[in-house]
T-cell receptor
Framework: AQSVTQPDIHITVSEGASLELRCNYS??????LFWYVQSPGQGLQLLLK??????LVQGIKGFEAEFKRSQSSFNLRKPSVHWSDAAEYFC????????????FGAGTILRVKS | EPEVTQTPSHQVTQMGQEVILRCVPI?????FYWYRQILGQKVEFLVS????????KSEIFDDQFSVERPDGSNFTLKIRSTKLEDSAMYFC?????????FGPGTRLTVL
């Protein structure tokens, strides 16, 4: 069965510092991979996705993620965090994006200190 | 950007009552989903819907749950007899190729 692990429940970074959120997945083949962000009281917004090709994908709001097959990882990064990035971040996998369910990780809450 | 809308934003109900959560997916999308997130827990898949029928459902989606697309625009989730453990945030989503769009969610509180 597919599963997603986000080992960090909370992360606190200073504004302007770099950020890396970890995500590991378990799946027989290479799945489709996603990062979503959820701000308080908001829905889930897609930051970026990986289907195939270049293993470094760029997303919205200055985020990027790198797919590493050998490590079954899809870590999310941002070079300089802004206070508005404080939110909860979810990694998710799907065997096929169009029409198949997403399996979510438990989420990582990002706090940004000024 | 197109968006998925959900109503109500917050629903409070008594245990045993029926609730209907409503969603308006993006108009040209063909796949529709419901997910839920119990407070402090993961977002969990409930059901997917395509071509007017359920295409996949999780073990959470038991006989107390049903979905419907009654009029070609709305997509509803009905819980027939709510239990305390149904209290959660319920997210509707619709998808086109390459991307799922999520609604803002309905917070269901069962007392």
């Amino acid at each position: 069965a597919q599963s997603v692990t986000q080992p960090d429940i909370h992360i606190t970074v200073s504004e302007g510092a770099s950020l890396e959120l970890r995500c590991n997945y378990s799946y027989g083949a290479t799945p489709y991979l996603f990062w979503y962000v959820q701000s308080p009281g908001q829905g889930l917004q897609l930051l970026l996705k990986y289907f195939s090709g270049d293993t470094l994908v760029q997303g919205i709001k200055g985020f990027e993620a790198e797919f590493k097959r050998s490590q079954s990882s899809f870590n999310l990064r941002k070079p300089s965090v802004h206070w508005s990035d404080a939110a909860e971040y979810f990694c998710a996998v799907a065997p096929m994006e169009y029409g198949n369910k997403l399996v979510f990780g438990a989420g990582t809450i990002l706090r940004v200190k000024s | 950007e197109p968006e998925v809308t959900q109503t109500p934003s917050h629903q409070v109900t008594q245990m045993g009552q029926e609730v209907i959560l409503r969603c308006v997916p993006i108009s040209n999308h063909l796949y529709f989903y419901w997910y839920r997130q119990i407070l402090g827990q993961k977002v969990e898949f409930l059901v997917s819907f395509y071509n007017n029928e359920i295409s996949e459902k999780s073990e959470i989606f038991d006989d107390q749950f049903s979905v419907e697309r009654p009029d070609g625009s709305n997509f509803t989730l009905k819980i027939r007899s709510t239990k305390l453990e149904d209290s959660a945030m319920y997210f509707c989503a619709s998808s086109e190729e390459g991307r799922k769009f999520f609604g803002p969610g309905t917070r269901l509180t069962v007392l």
